[in-house]
């Protein structure tokens, strides 16, 4: 159940260059975090990271060697599932709750775009 589309990854200028490096280090979505990194920042093995991969909750970008890169978001993802792992939830319910958590956050995003959308409309029909 990937959970998340990455915008920026290989996004390009309208001039054919890759976006400047300090505009995808801001993206959430950009795979900034080799496994090591990735593992210490969230206080996990790699093999945690592996195991929350195999889940589809959290599917890293692959570098041109083979190494996996993970996002800010996806670090916020298995921190969470970290939490709920330690509380005492089997890691496979607390991907599939993170996984729903996700789901419903971008409900609740595509809601309030089309409530915008909605009153701009009524707005202009005036």
């Not at 290989?10 to 090591?36: E, I, K, N, S």
């Not at 945690?48 to 890169?69: C, N």
């Amino acid at each position: 159940m990937p959970s998340e589309s990455q915008p920026n990854v290989g996004a390009r200028q309208p001039d054919g260059g890759r976006l400047p490096v300090a505009d995808r280090l801001d993206d959430d979505h950009f795979p900034a975090y080799t496994m090591g990194r990735a593992a210490e920042l969230v206080g996990v093995t790699p093999a945690f990271l592996r195991a929350l991969d195999g889940t589809g909750l959290i599917t890293p970008t692959r570098s041109e060697g083979g190494h996996r890169r993970y996002s800010r978001h996806q670090l916020k993802l298995a921190a969470r599932v970290r939490e709920l792992v330690d509380r005492g939830t089997p890691a496979d319910a607390a991907c599939r709750l993170v996984g729903l958590e996700e789901r419903l956050e971008q409900v609740e995003r595509d809601y309030e775009e089309l409530r915008r959308q909605g009153g701009r409309a009524a707005h202009q029909h005036r």
